[in-house]
């Protein structure tokens, strides 16, 4: 067995469901982090990334979602990955370090030598064995995976300067309203254990801040509407920022994909870049055809082992079928995600689409949207059990759970 001095704990933070509205109504069944892509749920993805860190002792899942609804899924990928991986629910929001504080004793149980933090809305091929080998060697408290994006984008993100001989983190800020940087904060940390110090002194100012205020009762009373929680702190605002420039905080720029998922949009373009992955990972979970006795496969497809596609139907590039589904004659799928139980009737066409649970597609149906995955309408979202009557057309279009469509609909939210 490897030393306590080289374990290594992960922590991935799935956030709670009041953090997924806009990732309504996908979210209006299932966890934002179990939602699949590429047919696996969404956290299984950096799951999967940290099975490959060397010395892995532990994975913690964080956040104040119940924990029945994480709990069958915890004890499926312990079993299946053989690594254990425990759900921790915050009695309340602590913000990012603040969580990570708040369950300090357990996270430090391995005497873990470095903690690898990651948010679960986060897409990418997570080079973790490489980042934990640069952070070594940089011999600071922490290392932020960091990538280029464009100027315009950049200030949707934490944007950051680095040193570019050292990679030392020089300076960070939060979703700046003036261009500071083309290299973002990407959401994946590794830390020495020190984080926790560093949080406790955020904590103590916070309180002896928050002492100084109560000799005021009118600068208490003007705060207090503004003032967040004493026990709440960001790893942005909080720790990244003020240890810029110290030698404590240094970069690893990933060139590999990189996305954030906060809509049904995003979710749909990072089921295909997973699957683009699979091809390099685990091509046996992608599926293959040539319209003989199986369908027609062109392109990444996952289809699971319990879908009954039909052999004259043609799927791809960027299609996961999830289980019980059913593919009809004719039908021709691209750039989607097909939920559980969904039936696409014969000679169906489904085109840069989400089909929610237990819907149906009739036949001759078309169901599509233009494929601008960051427009609010650029794709076409089915929530679960929507029933497309035949020969209808549903273009950009979001359609709550339980409508049936009759009539043709494009650019519409049917409530």
Same mark, same amino acid.
């Given at each position: 067995?490897?030393?306590?001095?080289?374990?290594?704990?992960?922590?991935?933070?799935?956030?709670?469901?009041?953090?997924?509205?806009?990732?309504?109504?996908?979210?209006?069944?299932?966890?934002?982090?179990?939602?699949?892509?590429?047919?696996?749920?969404?956290?299984?993805?950096?799951?999967?990334?940290?099975?490959?860190?060397?010395?892995?002792?532990?994975?913690?899942?964080?956040?104040?979602?119940?924990?029945?609804?994480?709990?069958?899924?915890?004890?499926?990928?312990?079993?299946?990955?053989?690594?254990?991986?425990?759900?921790?629910?915050?009695?309340?929001?602590?913000?990012?370090?603040?969580?990570?504080?708040?369950?300090?004793?357990?996270?430090?149980?391995?005497?873990?030598?470095?903690?690898?933090?990651?948010?679960?809305?986060?897409?990418?091929?997570?080079?973790?064995?490489?980042?934990?080998?640069?952070?070594?060697?940089?011999?600071?408290?922490?290392?932020?995976?960091?990538?280029?994006?464009?100027?315009?984008?950049?200030?949707?993100?934490?944007?950051?300067?680095?040193?570019?001989? &050292?990679?030392?983190? @020089?300076?960070?800020? %939060?979703?700046?309203? #003036?261009?500071?940087?083309? $290299?973002?904060?990407? +959401?994946? =940390?590794?830390?020495?254990?020190?984080?926790?110090?560093?949080?406790?002194?955020?904590?103590?100012?916070?309180?002896?801040?928050?002492?100084?205020?109560?000799?005021?009762?009118?600068?208490?009373?003007?705060?207090?509407?503004?003032?967040?929680?004493?026990?709440?702190?960001?790893?942005?605002?909080?720790?990244?920022?003020?240890?810029?420039?110290?030698?404590?905080?240094? &970069?690893?720029?990933? @060139?590999?994909?990189? %996305?954030?998922?906060? #809509?049904?949009?995003?979710? $749909?373009?990072?089921? +295909?870049? =997973?699957?683009?992955?699979?091809?390099?990972?685990?091509?046996?979970?992608?599926?293959?055809?040539?319209?003989?006795?199986?369908?027609?496969?062109?392109?990444?497809?996952?289809?699971?082992?319990?879908?009954?596609?039909?052999?004259?139907?043609?799927?791809?590039?960027?299609?996961?079928?999830?289980?019980?589904?059913?593919?009809?004659?004719?039908?021709?799928?691209?750039?989607?995600?097909?939920?559980?139980?969904?039936?696409?009737?014969?000679?169906?066409?489904?085109?840069?689409?989400?089909?929610?649970?237990?819907?149906?597609?009739?036949?001759?149906?078309?169901?599509?949207?233009?494929?601008?995955?960051?427009?609010?309408?650029?794709?076409?979202?089915?929530?679960?059990?929507?029933?497309?009557?035949?020969?209808?057309?549903?273009?950009?279009?979001?359609?709550?759970?339980?409508?049936?469509?009759?009539?043709?609909?494009?650019?519409?939210?049917?409530?």
């Amino acid at each position: 067995m490897a030393g306590s001095e080289q374990r290594v704990v992960a922590v991935i933070m799935v956030g709670g469901p009041t953090k997924g509205t806009r990732f309504r109504p996908l979210s209006l069944n299932v966890p934002k982090p179990l939602f699949p892509l590429a047919g696996q749920p969404m956290v299984h993805h950096p799951i999967s990334a940290c099975r490959r860190i060397p010395n892995l002792a532990q994975i913690y899942l964080i956040g104040f979602y119940e924990e029945r609804e994480f709990a069958l899924y915890v004890s499926s990928i312990s079993n299946e990955l053989r690594i254990p991986v425990r759900y921790l629910r915050e009695d309340k929001p602590h913000g990012s370090a603040g969580g990570l504080y708040s369950f300090r004793d357990y996270i430090m149980e391995d005497s873990p030598s470095h903690i690898v933090l990651l948010n679960c809305d986060v897409c990418s091929s997570f080079p973790l064995p490489d980042m934990l080998e640069a952070h070594k060697k940089y011999g600071g408290m922490g290392t932020l995976l960091v990538n280029k994006v464009s100027a315009e984008s950049a200030n949707q993100f934490g944007e950051l300067v680095a040193d570019p001989e &050292t990679n030392e983190l @020089l300076h960070y800020t %939060e979703k700046p309203e #003036t261009f500071v940087s083309d $290299l973002i904060n990407c +959401g994946v =940390y590794i830390f020495t254990p020190n984080i926790f110090s560093a949080i406790e002194d955020v904590l103590k100012q916070k309180k002896d801040r928050a002492n100084l205020r109560r000799v005021s009762s009118f600068e208490a009373l003007q705060s207090a509407t503004k003032a967040l929680p004493a026990d709440f702190v960001r790893l942005d605002q909080d720790i990244l920022s003020p240890l810029a420039g110290k030698k404590e905080l240094y &970069t690893y720029q990933t @060139l590999d994909f990189w %996305e954030q998922i906060k #809509t049904p949009g995003m979710s $749909l373009r990072c089921s +295909g870049l =997973y699957l683009s992955q699979f091809r390099r990972t685990s091509p046996h979970l992608l599926a293959s055809g040539d319209g003989k006795r199986t369908a027609t496969i062109v392109g990444d497809v996952y289809i699971h082992p319990s879908a009954k596609v039909h052999s004259t139907s043609k799927i791809g590039p960027n299609v996961s079928i999830s289980a019980n589904a059913r593919v009809g004659a004719g039908a021709r799928l691209i750039n989607c995600i097909i939920l559980d139980d969904v039936e696409i009737m014969e000679n169906a066409v489904v085109i840069h689409s989400i089909v929610g649970w237990k819907s149906s597609i009739g036949k001759w149906s078309r169901v599509q949207g233009e494929g601008d995955h960051n427009a609010k309408l650029g794709i076409t979202i089915l929530g679960e059990a929507v029933d497309v009557e035949d020969e209808v057309v549903v273009v950009n279009s979001i359609v709550l759970p339980n409508k049936t469509l009759n009539v043709s609909v494009q650019e519409e939210i049917i409530l």
